[in-house]
Nanobody, 124 residues
Framework: QVQLVESGGGLVQAGGSLRLSCAAS????????MGWFRQAPGKEREFVAG????????LYKDSAKGRFTISRDNSKNTLYLQMNSLKPEDTAVYYC?????????????????WGQGTQVTVSS
C-alpha cells in the first residue's frame, strides 16, 4: 500500500498561486492513478484533478481547467497541484488520493488511499 502526505496549503489572496505537494511512500506514485479532491465546510468532497497511472492522462474539474495543473515527479515520488488565479471559492481542505484503477475517475469512493489533507484559504 501507499502512504500519502500533503503539504503546501496556506492563506493566499485572490489571484494568487499555491503549489500543493503529495509525498508518497511505500509505493511509487506512478503505480497508482492519482487524484486531488477538496472539501469545503458543509459540502461534499469533490474531484479537482487526476492523473492516470498508465500514460499519465489528466482530467480536471471544469472550474479548475486553465488554472490548475496536476503533475508528478517520479524521481521524488511526489504528486503536485499547481493552482493559479485562485478564487475565494477554491477555499477548502485539499486531499491527495490514490486509486488502484488505471483510469481517472471522479468518485471519491473509487480511491483506496488518502492523505490527511492540507488547508487552502483564499481571501477576497
Amino acid at each position: 500500500q501507499v502512504q500519502l502526505v500533503e503539504s503546501g496549503g496556506g492563506l493566499v489572496q485572490a489571484g494568487g498561486s499555491l503549489r500543493l505537494s503529495c509525498a508518497a511512500s511505500g509505493r511509487t506514485v506512478y503505480s497508482y492513478t492519482m487524484g486531488w479532491f477538496r472539501q469545503a465546510p458543509g459540502k461534499e468532497r469533490e474531484f479537482v484533478a487526476g492523473m492516470s497511472s498508465i500514460g499519465g492522462s489528466t482530467l480536471y474539474k471544469d472550474s479548475a481547467k486553465g488554472r490548475f495543473t496536476i503533475s508528478r515527479d517520479n524521481s521524488k515520488n511526489t504528486l503536485y497541484l499547481q493552482m493559479n488565479s485562485l478564487k475565494p471559492e477554491d477555499t477548502a481542505v485539499y486531499y491527495c488520493a490514490a486509486s488502484r484503477g488505471t483510469i481517472v475517475v471522479l468518485t471519491a469512493t473509487e480511491y483506496n488511499y488518502w492523505g490527511q489533507g492540507t488547508q487552502v484559504t483564499v481571501s477576497s
